[in-house]
Structure formats: structure tokens, C-alpha cells
């Protein structure tokens, strides 16, 4: 895994995708922070200000419908595989 930090705006980065997202929990147990929670047809990160972008989640996920994005302003990480 390479991991970049970039500058880049606040906002919302942390994002699951519900076409992939098989409600494995996978997201939800790797993550220390405890931002991901079930919704009733998956998880998703309803404390997205506890995130410390450390890609367990996205990692952890083995469909890849866990997406972070990319803020304009402020500060991010990007994860790539490889």
C-alpha cells in the first residue's frame, strides 16, 4: 500500500458504496476509531470527525465499497494498492 498526504479541504471523504457493500462488518471491526456502523442494509461511517484516515477500513473491505474521497481544502491521505 503507498499512502500520500495531501493538502485538501474538510468535508465529507469517508463515503461507503451500497451496491457493494455486503454488510460483512469487516469496515466496522478493523476500525479503532469506531466510526463505522450498520444501517439496516450495510455500515456506513456515521462519525466520519473520528476518522484518523488510516485506510484499516478500506482495507479490511473485501469488495472495495469503502471510498474515500478527496477534500479540496484542509489535510487528506491517499491510499492506493500496489
Known amino acids: 500500500m503507498i499512502v500520500a498526504r495531501y493538502a485538501g479541504d474538510t468535508g465529507e471523504f469517508l463515503r461507503v458504496d451500497p451496491a457493494r457493500c455486503t454488510a460483512c462488518g469487516a469496515c466496522a471491526r478493523f476500525c ?44 487528506g491521505v491517499r491510499f492506493t494498492h500496489g
Open 32 to 75: 479503532a476509531r469506531g466510526v463505522w456502523h450498520p444501517n439496516g442494509s450495510g455500515y456506513h461511517p456515521d462519525r466520519p470527525e473520528r476518522c484518523a484516515e488510516c485506510g484499516a477500513c478500506w482495507n479490511a473491505c473485501p469488495t472495495g465499497a469503502v471510498l474515500f474521497g478527496e477534500p479540496s481544502g484542509g489535510t
